[in-house]
Nanobody, 121 residues
Framework: QVQLVESGGGLVAAGGSLALSCTVSRGSGIIDVFRWYRQTPGNERNLIATLSAGGTTSFADSVKGRFTISRADPSGDGSKTMYLHMNGLKAEDTAIYYC???????????WGQGIQVTVSS
């Protein structure tokens, strides 16, 4: 079973920075799209950042200019890691963050377990 493991969340003061990572072990196959979502209590999970296999990125207006998305594919072992670097954090960035990878075969979606980010004002 393919699993995505997230790390890097926590508590940070407003204006600070935080980096999230999400790693999938072997078995996911080729990944075409990498995404980060976030969700607050009582609300839908919202897409905030996308990275295509070709390197194209897109961001929600709420995080544009402050967040970046990237990936790393260590050669040889089949694992993949994606990152979300968050700068200029605001209280409204407080949420549970989820990573998502969409495989080329069958467009299967793999999800991380979710990780809490709390920004204190």
């Amino acid at each position: 079973q393919v699993q995505l493991v997230e790390s890097g969340g926590g508590l940070v003061a407003a204006g600070g920075s935080l980096a999230l990572s999400c790693t999938v072990s072997r078995g996911s196959g080729i990944i075409d799209v990498f995404r980060w979502y976030r969700q607050t209590p009582g609300n839908e999970r919202n897409l905030i950042a996308t990275l295509s296999a070709g390197g194209t990125t897109s961001f929600a207006d709420s995080v544009k200019g402050r967040f970046t998305i990237s990936r790393a594919d260590p050669s040889g072992d089949g694992s993949k890691t994606m990152y979300l670097h968050m700068n200029g954090l605001k209280a409204e960035d407080t949420a549970i963050y989820y990573c998502n990878m969409q495989a080329r075969v069958g467009r299967r979606n793999f999800w991380g377990q979710g990780i809490q980010v709390t920004v204190s004002s």
